[in-house]
C-alpha cells in the first residue's frame, strides 16, 4: 500500500464559536499526511471570516473552507467526500474532538485490515465536564441485519470510509435530515460494505447546550419514525412481509416508550405516564417499562 492520506471532512452549521477546538484537534495530531475541508451548511453568518483568522494564525494548516447553501448535515457531509482529494476519508462534526492519535491508530489499522469502514468507540462529554465511555459492538457478519435489528453503533466522528466506495453508494443522496447517519451506514452495509470496528475511544462528542436544544418532541419523533423506515431494507430472502412488517409494529410501539424517557428526562411527568402507557397498552410489557411508568407517577427522575 503505498503512502496513506486521510482527507478530514467537517459538517458545520453557526459554528464559528467553538470551531477552533475541533480543528486544533486536527492540527494536534500526531500523523500529519491529511488535508481538511471544512463545508459551511448554510449558516446564517457565514464562518468566513473565523476560518480566515484560523488559516492566519496557522498557515500551515492545509484547511479549505466550502460554503454551500442550506442542505442539512447528511447533505453537507456528501459535500465533503466529493470534495476530498484521498482514498480514506475521516469525518468529523463541528462540536466534536479527537485525540490526538486518532489518525495515526486508524492508519496503522488500515494497513493491517481490509475492510470498506472503519469505526471505533468514543468519549461522551456532558455540559457539567463529566464524560463516559461510549463502546461500540463489533458488526456481526450480517451488518445489515445487525444495524436494523440491534440499532446504530457508529458515530459520524468516529469513521472511516473509502471514498471510492461510498461515491458507489452515495448513502446521502437523498439529503436526509432525520436518522441520515444510521441510514448511511444502513446504505452502505446495503451495498456489501465491510466493517471493522477499533476498539479504542479517539473521540470526544460533546453534549452542548446548542445540541441539546434541537432535541424537541418533534424532532424525536420524526427520527423514531424513519428507524421504523429502515426495516425496509432487511433482505427479503432472510425476512418475509409479515416479519418485517410485524418488526415495524413493535418498533412503533417501542417509540412510544422512547417519547416517555423523553420526557421523563425533562421531569413531564404527566407526558411520560401518557407514551409509557400507550407503550403497555399495545404490547411493550417489558420490565422497564413498567418501572419507568410507575417512577412517571411518583415523580422519580431517571438516572443515567
Known amino acids: 500500500m503505498d503512502?496513506?492520506?486521510?482527507?478530514?471532512?467537517?459538517?458545520?452549521?453557526?459554528?464559528?464559536?467553538?470551531?477552533?477546538?475541533t480543528l486544533d484537534s486536527v492540527r494536534n495530531q500526531t500523523y500529519k499526511n491529511f488535508e481538511v475541508i471544512l463545508v459551511d451548511d448554510g449558516s446564517?453568518?457565514?464562518?468566513?471570516?473565523?476560518?480566515?483568522?484560523?488559516?492566519?494564525?496557522?498557515?500551515?494548516f492545509p484547511l479549505r473552507y466550502i460554503w454551500q447553501e442550506n442542505e442539512g448535515p447528511g447533505g453537507a457531509r456528501r459535500r465533503g467526500v466529493v470534495n476530498a482529494k484521498y482514498e480514506y476519508v475521516a469525518m468529523l462534526d463541528h462540536d466534536d474532538r479527537w485525540t490526538p492519535d486518532k489518525l495515526q491508530v486508524m492508519h496503522d489499522v488500515i494497513k493491517e485490515n481490509d475492510a470498506d469502514v472503519y469505526y471505533h468507540d468514543e468519549r461522551l462529554i456532558f455540559t457539567d465536564g463529566s464524560s463516559r465511555s461510549v463502546d461500540y459492538r463489533e458488526l456481526g457478519d450480517d451488518p445489515l441485519?445487525?444495524?436494523?435489528?440491534?440499532?446504530?453503533?457508529?458515530?459520524?466522528?468516529?469513521?472511516?470510509?473509502?471514498?471510492?466506495?461510498?461515491?458507489?453508494?452515495?448513502?446521502?443522496?437523498?439529503?436526509?435530515r432525520y436518522g441520515e447517519d444510521y441510514e448511511c451506514w444502513i446504505r452502505l452495509a446495503k451495498a456489501g460494505a465491510r466493517f471493522y470496528h477499533v476498539e479504542r475511544?479517539?473521540?470526544?462528542?460533546?453534549?452542548?447546550?446548542?445540541?441539546?436544544?434541537?432535541?424537541?418532541?418533534?424532532y424525536t419523533r420524526a427520527m423514531n419514525d424513519r428507524i421504523v423506515d429502515f426495516y425496509d431494507y432487511l433482505n427479503s430472502d432472510k425476512f418475509s412481509k409479515d416479519d418485517i412488517q410485524r418488526m415495524k409494529e413493535e418498533r412503533r410501539v417501542y417509540n412510544e416508550f422512547l417519547l416517555g424517557r423523553f420526557y421523563h428526562n425533562r421531569k413531564d411527568y404527566y407526558k411520560a405516564r401518557k407514551y409509557y402507557f400507550n407503550a403497555i397498552k399495545h404490547g411493550q410489557h417489558s420490565f422497564k417499562t413498567f418501572v419507568a411508568y410507575a417512577m412517571s407517577l411518583f415523580h422519580i427522575r431517571l438516572r443515567g
Open 3 to 21: 503512502e496513506l492520506f486521510f482527507s478530514v471532512t467537517i459538517s458545520a452549521y453557526n459554528a464559528s464559536s467553538f470551531i477552533f477546538d
Open 44 to 60: 446564517p453568518e457565514r464562518m468566513e471570516s473565523a476560518i480566515a483568522k484560523y488559516k492566519e494564525m496557522y498557515p500551515d
Open 145 to 176: 441485519t445487525d444495524l436494523i435489528i440491534n440499532g446504530n453503533c457508529l458515530s459520524t466522528s468516529a469513521v472511516v470510509v473509502r471514498k471510492t466506495f461510498f461515491m458507489e453508494c452515495d448513502p446521502y443522496s437523498d439529503r436526509q
Open 201 to 218: 475511544p479517539l473521540a470526544e462528542y460533546v453534549r452542548s447546550a446548542e445540541s441539546l436544544t434541537m432535541v424537541n418532541e418533534d
